[in-house]
């Protein structure tokens, strides 16, 4: 791609969100908001859907290309990114024959710049489920490794299913030993965004507590704002050093999760800041 490609725009915005089943969530009304946001670009996790059985609607969105990884399950997991401009290639998993199954990656690279959509194995039903969560972990940190030595700004967006620190979850207390706030998995994160190899974009620009991404389906939770933090767009450094907006849209419900916008300068001007 030409230096006029991507970096040519000089707003580019990524919204990431979790569907729990993409059927569903357009239903609700995700896709008439979506169109009103002029993103460049969408990763989408919890299809819960076989390609063939999304609707061409939606798998063919005006104006995107769309790209998906499903699960070989059906009604089970699987990852969408949708883009304006066409990537010069396109990957689905990440090499590892366990979780590439489940369908948790699509990956576009655009030359200077890689856009991933991932959706990590939850722990939360069962220990197997757990442990299968630790495997996923242990083989996708090498993964996202090689992926940063290539020297290409990256921005990895999905469901990550970690709360990272006490502020990114309400009832910090009374999780610490459950799924998704484990000291093992928290630990995870700290090390991905040691010495500032990766970045918590929405963290490095809203430093307010009591902004989540999902909350339980049970009580009221989400009426009461009893919410986690799990969804991220982590970023190599140079990337997220042009963050300039983000927000999180909760004023509707689509999902049990909300979406999560990014906004990157990508000017000329800019380029190799």
Not at 62 to 67: E, F, I, S
Not at 113 to 131: D, H, K, N, T
Not at 198 to 224: C, H, I, M, N
Request: charged share 25%; net charge negative; hydrophobic share 35%.
């Amino acid at each position: 791609m030409s230096e006029a490609g991507i970096y040519g725009v000089d707003m580019y915005r990524i919204v990431t969100f979790n569907a729990n089943g993409i059927r569903s969530a357009a239903d609700k009304g995700f896709f008439r908001w979506f169109a009103e946001q002029n993103a460049d670009c969408l990763c989408v996790q919890e299809l819960k859907a076989h390609e063939a059985d999304i609707p061409a609607a939606i798998r063919e969105l005006p104006g995107y290309y769309g790209y998906f990884h499903c699960a070989e399950k059906k009604g089970y997991s699987g990852c969408g990114l949708w883009t304006k401009e066409k990537p010069l290639a396109v990957r689905t998993g990440f090499g590892v024959e366990e979780f590439d199954r489940e369908g948790r990656y699509v990956e576009a690279d655009f030359g200077h710049l890689v856009v991933i959509s991932c959706y990590f194995p939850s722990g939360s039903s069962s220990e197997e489920r757990q442990a299968a969560k630790f495997r996923f972990l242990d083989v996708f940190l090498p993964h996202l490794e090689a992926l940063r030595a290539s020297g290409k700004e990256i921005v990895l967006c999905g469901d990550v299913n970690i709360a990272h620190k006490e502020i990114d979850l309400k009832n910090w207390k009374g999780n610490l030993k459950n799924s998704g706030f484990l000291p093992e998995e928290r630990q995870w994160l700290t090390q991905l965004f040691e010495g500032d190899r990766w970045v918590d974009v929405f963290r490095r620009l809203d430093p307010r507590p009591e902004r989540y991404t999902w909350w339980s389906q049970r009580g009221q939770a989400r009426a009461k704002n009893v919410g986690w933090r799990i969804d991220y767009q982590i970023a190599t450094p140079g990337l997220a050093a042009r963050a300039k907006a983000t927000d999180i849209y909760a004023a509707e419900k689509f999902s049990d999760h909300a979406p999560l916008t990014v906004d990157y300068d990508l000017g000329d001007s800019h380029h190799g800041a």
